[in-house]
């Protein structure tokens, strides 16, 4: 049998859909290309999501120096 090579074909195997929680409300959303919002489950919750990045909702809380200086008290590299 080694003539008859298979040709190159990608094979096409049916997978469970990825089914995540929405990050808005929780709901389950599929993850695919067939949800245009993904990773959430309208487009709803994804311009809430959007709306709280805008307004500066989501941040890093900051941590203070450990020897109790602020940011304008470092010292300043002159090469910059």
Known sequence: MQGSKRPNTPRTVATKPIVVP?????????YGPQNPWRPF??????????????????RV??????D????DDA???PRH
């Open 41 to 58: 489950c309208s487009e709803r919750c994804r311009s809430l999501d959007l709306g709280a990045w805008a307004s500066e909702a989501y």
């Open 68 to 71: 109790g200086r602020t940011a």
């Open 22 to 30: 929405c990050p808005g409300c929780r709901q389950p959303s599929r």
């Open 75 to 77: 010292p300043v590299d």
């Open 61 to 66: 809380p900051a941590q203070s120096p450990p």
